[in-house]
C-alpha cells in the first residue's frame, strides 16, 4: 500500500476536515506563488525548504531541483561575494532585517529582508527570506538625483539672480549670477536681509511695498534699485515663489537685471521725444516769430516816442526856467501847445500803454512755449508726481499748436477733475503723438476735440479727430514696434508703441475706435492713485 493510500484515524473521521484543510493549503500556496517578490523559506542552516513561483522562476529552475539545496549556492555564483557572507550570517542568526543582496543569478536589484519563524511543535525555527527587486526604485532614485543635480546646475549658472530667503526676507542662498549682480561675497549676503540692499528710494514707503510683494510670492516682476559697495546702482526686476518648507515659510527670489536695458528704454523714449521736436521745430519756431515780430515791432515804435519824449524834457526844461525869469511864458506855453499837436503826446501817451501790454504778452507767450518745451524734452527722472493731467494736455497743446491751427480747430471739454500720480513728461509725450497723429489724419477745415473726464477711480482723456481714419487690418496693427503708415522719414514707427507701453506702465488702459473717412476716437484711461506698485518689464 503506498502512503498516499493510506486513511488515517482523524481523516476517516473527518473527511470534511481533511477536504478543508488541503484547499487551505492549496489557497495558501496559491497566494504564495501570486506575490512578485521572489521569497524562499529556509531552515536554520540556510537549506531551502519551500520558493513561490517568482523564485524558481526567476532562477530558470524546475522548483524541486533547489529544494534541501543551501540558499547561498542556489542564488549566488562562485565564489560568494561579502554581500553572500554577510546574507547566510544573517540567515544563520536568525537576526530580523534588511539587507542588500548584491549580484545574484535572479533577475534584477535586489534588496533581502529576512524574518523568523518560530518553531514550533511539528517544525524547527525556520527564516523566511524575501528578495524585493529595487531595480525601479533605483532608478527613481537616479532620475531624482540626476534632476536635482540638473536643477541644482540650472540655478547656479543661471544669469538670473536667484536666492532663497526666510519669509522675514533674510538670504539663505545666492546663485553665483547674484552675487555678481549685486557686487558682494556671497558670506557677507548669507544671513543678511535682502532689502536693505535696495538704494535710497525717492519714494518714501517704496522699498516696503516692493518687499511686502516679493515676501507674498510676486509671479510679475517688481522693480527694485539695488546699491552696491562699488558706489554703482543695478536695476532689478523682482518676482518670486513662495513655498512652505518643513511647515516654515520660504520665498525663491528671482531677479533679472535690466539695468542696461532701462537705460536703453530711458534712451529711446528721449530719442523718440526729441524726434517728435524735431519734427515740430519749424512750427515751433514760427510760433515763437510771431511774438519776437510784435515786440520788434513795439520796441522800435518805443523808441520813437522815447526820443519825443526826452525833446519834450527839453520843451519843460525851457519852460520852468520862462517862469522863473518871468516875461515870456506866453510864448513859451505856446510852444508846447505847438509841441503837442506836433506829436499828438495824447496818442503817444494811450499807445505807449497798448504797445507795452501787447509786448508783455508777446514776452508770456514765448515764455509758455519756452516753458512747454523745456518740460517736454527734459529727461524722465523716473519720479512719480502729482499730474495735472488738464494742464499737461494744454500744455502739449502749445508745443503742438502750429501743425494744428493750420489745419484743425480744437475743441476743448474739461471737465473738474483730480491730480492723478504718474509721470509728467512721459504723459505729454503720449498727448503729443496722439495730437499730432490727428493733425497729420485731416488736410484742413478739421476738428479735434480733446476731451477731460473723472470716472470714478480713473480719470479718462479723450483725443478726437474727424480726419481720414482707419481700415481694420491698420487699426489692429497701430501699437506694434515700428509700424508706420507714413512715408519715409516722416514717422519712426514708435510713437504709439511707446504710448502704450506708457500708459500700461501707469496701470492705464488706451484703446481706439476708427473707421475709413470717419476719423478716429483715442481714450485713455489712467488711475488716479497711479501705479499701485511700480512693475518691471
Known amino acids: 500500500m503506498k502512503p498516499s493510500d493510506r486513511i488515517t484515524e482523524d481523516q476517516a473521521v473527518s473527511p470534511e476536515l481533511f477536504a478543508l484543510v488541503e484547499r487551505a493549503k492549496k489557497e495558501w500556496q496559491s497566494t504564495f506563488d501570486a506575490m512578485d517578490d521572489p521569497l524562499a523559506i529556509v531552515d536554520e542552516a540556510g537549506l531551502i525548504l519551500r520558493t513561490n513561483r517568482a523564485f524558481f522562476e526567476g532562477l530558470g529552475v524546475a522548483p524541486q531541483s533547489v529544494l534541501k539545496t543551501p540558499l547561498i549556492e542556489a542564488i549566488y555564483d562562485e565564489p560568494p561575494g561579502p554581500a553572500a557572507a554577510n546574507l547566510a550570517g544573517r540567515i544563520a542568526s536568525g537576526a530580523p532585517g534588511v539587507v542588500p543582496a548584491g549580484p545574484v543569478r535572479l533577475k534584477g536589484n535586489f534588496m533581502v529582508r529576512i524574518s523568523s519563524l518560530p518553531a514550533d ?41 536667484v536666492a532663497r530667503l526666510g519669509g522675514d526676507g533674510v538670504i539663505r542662498y545666492v546663485n553665483a549670477a547674484g552675487i555678481e549682480i549685486l557686487g558682494r561675497r556671497r558670506l557677507d549676503l548669507l544671513g543678511c536681509d535682502f532689502f536693505d540692499l535696495a538704494a535710497g528710494s525717492k519714494e518714501e514707503g517704496r522699498s516696503s511695498e516692493v518687499k511686502g510683494a516679493v515676501l507674498a510670492g510676486a509671479r510679475e516682476g517688481r522693480k527694485a534699485e539695488i546699491a552696491r559697495p562699488d558706489g554703482t546702482t543695478r536695476i532689478l526686476s523682482l518676482s518670486s515663489v513662495r513655498l512652505s518648507r518643513e511647515g516654515e515659510s520660504e520665498v525663491v527670489l528671482f531677479g533679472e537685471d535690466i539695468t542696461q536695458r532701462t537705460s536703453l528704454e530711458a534712451q529711446l523714449l528721449q530719442s523718440e521725444k526729441m524726434a517728435a521736436i524735431g519734427q515740430l521745430t519749424a512750427g515751433i519756431v514760427h510760433e515763437i516769430n510771431n511774438p519776437v515780430g510784435f515786440i520788434s515791432s513795439n520796441m522800435r515804435t518805443l523808441r520813437e516816442y522815447a526820443s519825443i519824449l526826452i525833446e519834450l524834457e527839453w520843451v519843460a526844461r525851457r519852460i520852468e526856467e520862462g517862469l522863473v525869469a518871468g516875461g515870456r511864458t506866453g510864448e513859451l506855453v505856446s510852444d508846447l501847445a505847438a509841441y503837442r499837436k506836433k506829436e499828438d503826446l495824447a496818442f503817444i501817451a494811450e499807445d505807449t500803454g497798448r504797445l507795452l501790454e501787447e509786448t508783455e504778452k508777446g514776452i508770456e507767450r514765448i515764455q509758455k512755449i519756452l516753458s512747454d518745451l523745456k518740460r517736454f524734452s527734459h529727461p524722465d527722472t523716473g519720479a512719480l508726481e502729482e499730474v495735472d493731467l488738464t494742464a499737461a494736455l494744454e500744455g502739449t497743446l502749445n508745443i503742438a499748436w502750429n501743425e494744428i491751427k493750420y489745419k484743425a480747430r480744437v475743441e476743448r471739454d474739461y471737465g473738474p477733475v483730480p491730480r492723478i500720480r504718474g509721470y509728467g513728461p512721459q504723459l505729454g509725450q503720449v498727448f503729443l503723438n496722439l495730437l499730432i497723429n490727428a493733425a497729420h489724419a485731416m488736410e484742413k477745415d478739421g476738428i479735434i476735440r480733446v476731451a477731460v473726464r473723472a470716472a470714478g477711480d480713473k480719470v479718462t482723456v479723450t483725443i478726437a479727430d474727424n480726419g481720414c481714419g482707419m481700415p481694420q487690418h491698420v487699426k489692429a496693427r497701430i501699437f506694434e514696434p515700428f509700424f508706420t503708415t507714413k512715408p519715409p522719414g516722416k514717422g519712426t514707427g514708435l510713437g504709439l508703441s511707446i504710448a502704450y507701453g506708457i500708459v500700461e506702465r501707469h496701470g492705464g488702459t488706451i484703446g481706439v475706435e476708427s473707421e475709413p473717412g470717419n476719423g478716429t476716437v483715442f481714450t485713455i484711461a489712467l488711475p488716479v492713485a497711479g501705479p499701485p506698485e511700480e512693475k518691471g518689464p
Open 121 to 161: 511543535g511539528a517544525n524547527p525555527s525556520r527564516r523566511v527570506v524575501v528578495f524585493h527587486d529595487v531595480t525601479e526604485t533605483l532608478s527613481l532614485e537616479r532620475a531624482l538625483l540626476h534632476e536635482k543635480e540638473f536643477s541644482h546646475d540650472l540655478v547656479s549658472r543661471s544669469p538670473l539672480l
